[in-house]
């Protein structure tokens, strides 16, 4: 009788541990969807992990080398860093405190997809940022651009709620999907 009872207990203590091991962020997509939403998952599991390195890998690089440019030539005359590594650390450091103010600890979020519209080329325009870089988008290299709508279902020790969010997303002739600049400093 005890090794019959002493099996389910085994799966539950198994069961829980997997579950309180699960990743912060998770998704759900139809799969011809997965690469598009994996960019704004990759994003956002930067946010809520802290992780600077997956956040910026969202974005194309070369205008991420032009943002790093800009601020570590102007540093503290324009912004309120040294640098673009401050810049990002503080970034961070202020997301991180605005989540648990917002959210409370312990914060999962689940993204599901709401739309997709394709969207033309020539709509995109260039774009003048908080930066002060004029990112002239590479037209030649860009394939699709795709406004995508993404539910985040947010939980915490103290929160339950969700919200909608839209993201341009750009697929370059490689096939790599990189997020829109102006997502860049996101925060939900």
Do not use: W
């Not at 030649?140 to 969700?162: A, F, M, P, R």
């Amino acid at each position: 009788m005890k090794k019959k009872l002493l099996f389910p207990v085994f799966i539950l203590i198994f069961s829980i541990f997997l579950s309180s091991c699960s990743d912060p962020v998770s998704y759900n997509v139809e799969k011809k969807h997965e690469k598009k939403i994996k960019v704004i998952y990759n994003m956002v599991s930067g946010l809520v992990e802290g992780d600077s390195e997956l956040y910026l890998s969202t974005f194309e690089p070369e205008y991420i080398k032009n943002v790093r440019n800009v601020v570590d030539t102007l540093g503290r005359q324009y912004f309120d860093a040294e640098n673009f590594d401050d810049l990002i650390n503080s970034f961070f450091y202020q997301y991180e405190q605005g989540l648990k103010s917002n959210y409370g600890e312990d914060i999962k979020v689940a993204l599901s997809f709401n739309s997709v519209e394709e969207s033309s080329k020539d709509s995109l325009k260039p774009l003048f940022d908080d930066y002060s870089v004029s990112y002239e988008f590479p037209k030649d290299n860009i394939k699709t651009v795709y406004n995508v709508s993404v539910n985040l279902n947010i939980t915490s020790d103290s929160y339950k709620g969700s919200k909608d969010s839209s993201f341009t997303l750009l697929e370059m002739q490689n096939g790599d999907i990189y997020l829109h600049p102006e997502s860049f400093l996101y925060s939900f």
